[in-house]
């Protein structure tokens, strides 16, 4: 069996196809694997010997996206005697007569207006009913994903398998006497809430920060927020934030590697993750994996993850206040959530994503 996969992400960290497969690598030494990728992505050194890297360019949009389903990847699959297909474009090849699956990390492409846009949409969804008709399976990495795959496209629901993305080992709880020694150095011995500032959440900083103005005024807490920059500078997050009026209170930290992350989030009182658009992967699970109770945005794709182990707030600066008092007064609510919390996030392994994309392969000979 040779395994050809098209690797399509941001980065490595962020390939649901990628991590998978390079765990099923180390599983199955027998296989051999071609992991076609752009050359901007980042690749580890110590790959198995039976993974090949087959450096392609990634497509900018649907004309090239076109090209590569119609032109080169025919090609490259016939080169490299491929077996099987595994595509993270969410396309494939109509002439490929090979068995051929779709690895979805997002749905974005069936959104009018999404907040991540994928510049060759209109290809995808042209061609996206042919595509699940030549497809052996169709991995999707959230529920969230595969209901608007098939609200749209029904006869997908049958081809359909669940392929969560796993979370790096470091996120996980630490014990009473760890967290109070890391209070310490990091907030004064002071609990305090987290949240992230990165793209997909910066257009609510704004609100976060009023929330827990509001917060501050009704409950007289000596609470802190960390506020964890990702990939953006503080100016980028809130301009006028030396203005703030709780700005003491807030610990501004540059995210600078997932360790020093997890630190931070196993030992918060809580996190505050509010997105504009709930996506796949690291996230509000981290913080579940982690032992920390979740207040987020509320939403279908949001619950369909998070389940009833997170408060939901509605778009509001109040609401969200409203969503961290109950936290602060409510330490049975706190735990019960921490502990659904946990159940949920153990769920996501790489182990369990590699065996699913295991059997539907040994499914399709």
């Not at 060759?120 to 042209?126: G, P």
């Not at 081809?159 to 790096?168: A, F």
């Not at 389940?307 to 019960?336: F, H, I």
Request: hydrophobic share 45%; with cysteine.
């Amino acid at each position: 069996m040779i395994i050809a996969a098209h690797i399509f992400a941001a980065s490595l960290s962020q390939s649901g196809l990628y991590n998978s497969l390079l765990l099923l690598a180390r599983q199955q030494p027998s296989i051999s694997f071609i992991f076609l990728l752009d050359e901007k992505l980042v690749i580890d050194t110590d790959l198995p010997d039976n993974i090949s890297l087959v450096k392609v360019d990634a497509p900018k949009n649907g004309l090239t996206l076109r090209y590569w389903c119609t032109i080169k990847m025919p090609a490259l699959l016939k080169k490299y005697k491929a077996s099987h297909f595994i595509s993270e474009t969410g396309a494939i090849g109509s002439r490929i007569n090979i068995p051929q699956f779709i690895f979805l990390n997002s749905a974005a492409f069936l959104q009018k207006k999404p907040f991540i846009a994928q510049p060759y949409s209109k290809y995808l969804n042209k061609n996206f009913s042919e595509f699940i008709e030549k497809a052996s399976g169709i991995f999707v990495a959230e529920n969230f994903i595969a209901d608007a795959v098939t609200k749209q496209y029904r006869e997908a629901a049958s081809k359909i398998r669940l392929v969560r993305h796993g979370l790096n080992a470091g996120f996980k709880p630490v014990n009473w006497e760890e967290k109070e020694q890391f209070l310490e150095t990091f907030s004064d011995g002071t609990e305090y809430f987290i949240a992230e500032c990165s793209v997909l959440t910066r257009q609510n900083i704004l609100s976060l920060l009023k929330a827990f103005s509001l917060f501050k005024k009704r409950q007289k807490s000596s609470m802190k927020l960390a506020l964890v920059l990702k990939e953006l500078s503080l100016q980028d997050c809130i301009k006028d934030f030396h203005l703030y009026k709780y700005r003491s209170d807030v610990i501004v930290v540059p995210y600078t590697n997932e360790e020093t992350y997890a630190k931070i989030l196993a030992a918060c009182y809580a996190a505050v993750y509010l997105p504009v658009q709930i996506i796949a992967g690291p996230g509000g699970i981290d913080a579940l994996a982690s032992g920390t109770a979740l207040v987020t945005f509320k939403s279908t794709a949001a619950e369909s993850i998070y389940k009833d182990a997170a408060l939901y707030a509605d778009l509001t600066e109040q609401s969200v206040a409203d969503k961290m008092m109950l936290l602060y007064k409510d330490e049975a609510l706190r735990k019960s959530i921490i502990e659904k919390g946990l159940q949920i996030s153990s769920q996501y392994t790489w182990t369990l994503a590699a065996n699913e994309v295991w059997q539907a392969l040994k499914a399709n000979p």
